[in-house]
Nanobody, 121 residues
Framework: QVQVVESGGGLVQAGGSLRLSCAAS????????MGWYRQVPGKERELVAS???????NYADSVKGRFTISRDNAKNTVYLQMNSLKPEDTAVYYC???????????????WGQGTQVTVSS
């Protein structure tokens, strides 16, 4: 079993900052990609940022220059520093971890329960 838990969401004014954290625990040999996604009601979940185990990073165009993703492989943790927040960043943010159960066995994609980020204008 693998658990993924996010924290750090909340309410912030436009132009402010928030830092999200996500920790994976349980039967983990290693984690390949980790990422942050977000979803608003009535829309599909979209990728915000992802980072591979060796640090290759991908950002959605809408957050480039404002958000920074990082990870700590020893702690199975990924972070999302969000600066210059805009009302359109309001969403539920989900963490995703691509987990290996062993060197030969892929365990699957695991999602956290989501954390609400609300940016007021």
């Amino acid at each position: 079993q693998v658990q993924v838990v996010e924290s750090g969401g909340g309410l912030v004014q436009a132009g402010g900052s928030l830092r999200l954290s996500c920790a994976a625990s349980g039967s983990i040999f290693s984690i390949n990609d980790m990422g942050w996604y977000r979803q608003v009601p009535g829309k599909e979940r979209e990728l915000v940022a992802s980072i591979t185990r060796v640090g290759i990073i991908n950002y959605a165009d809408s957050v480039k220059g404002r958000f920074t993703i990082s990870r700590d492989n020893a702690k199975n943790t990924v972070y999302l520093q969000m600066n210059s927040l805009k009302p359109e960043d309001t969403a539920v943010y989900y963490c995703n971890a691509n987990v290996r159960a062993s060197a030969w066995e892929y365990a699957g994609d695991y999602w956290g329960q989501g954390t609400q980020v609300t940016v007021s204008s």
